[in-house]
């Protein structure tokens, strides 16, 4: 079954500090893999998109990287702020069929 | 800047009344979607569109249909609201190369039905 697992389900930490979100697919034939920031309220944004020949991509304090052999892509937050509280949805498009969406990890900051 | 404008972002609602949510975008893209997201379930998708007239059953389809007259706007249509219906409906857009192109999220519409 095509699936897209995140984890941890909601995470808790203090502002200045890293953390590493997951996201773990099972989805064939992959295409590409895009991380989503939705904060409270909102709707997502997108962060970053991975490709199958990409294995790390920044974008400011976000990093994401991508492993197709072990289907597992995380992403990386430096240096957290209180904006960075949200959630954080991992998206898998299977070629030529359909998005997956995994259900998201929720991230509060605190100062 | 591109823009996907949602045209309520709260509504309250009786059981068995028709309910329409409207969705406009900005940016001419071919394709548009709606999902519903709820609490541990994430993004359900309902119902989604690739040309105008024309649209496809997603997931959830059951007790919703949409109509798409025109390229910019895609409505979603509760013809007879029930409780379980009560959720964060959130429409989005992307241009063609659906599923590889990014998707353009409106703020969404709370419903709630009492």
């Known amino acids: 079954k095509n699936q897209v697992e995140q984890s941890p389900q909601s995470l808790i930490i203090l502002e200045g500090k890293n953390c590493t979100l997951q996201c773990n697919y099972t989805v064939s034939p992959f295409s590409n893999l895009r991380w989503y920031k939705q904060d409270t309220g909102r709707g997502p944004v997108s962060l970053t998109i991975m490709t199958f020949s990409e294995n790390t991509k920044s974008n400011g304090r976000y990093t994401a990287t991508l492993d197709a052999d072990t289907k597992q892509s995380s992403l990386h937050i430096t240096a957290s702020q209180l904006s960075d509280s949200a959630s954080y949805i991992c998206?898998?498009?299977?070629?030529?069929?359909?998005?997956?969406f995994g259900k998201g990890t929720t991230l509060s900051v605190s100062s | 800047d591109v823009k996907v404008t949602q045209s309520s972002r709260y509504l309250v609602k009786r059981t068995g009344e028709k309910v329409f949510l409207e969705c406009v975008q900005d940016?001419?893209?071919?394709?548009m979607f709606w999902y519903r997201q709820d609490p541990g379930l994430g993004l359900r998708l309902i119902y989604f569109s690739y040309d105008v007239k024309m649209k496809e059953k997603g997931d959830i389809p059951e007790g919703y249909s949409v109509s798409r007259e025109k390229k910019e706007r895609f409505s979603l249509i509760l013809e007879s609201a029930s409780t379980n219906q009560t959720s964060m409906y959130l429409c989005a857009s992307s241009s063609p190369g659906i599923n590889t192109g990014e998707l353009f999220f409106g703020e969404g519409s709370r419903l709630t039905v009492l």
């Open positions: 998206v898998v498009y299977q070629a030529g069929t359909a998005l997956i």
């Open positions: 940016m001419d893209h071919e394709n």
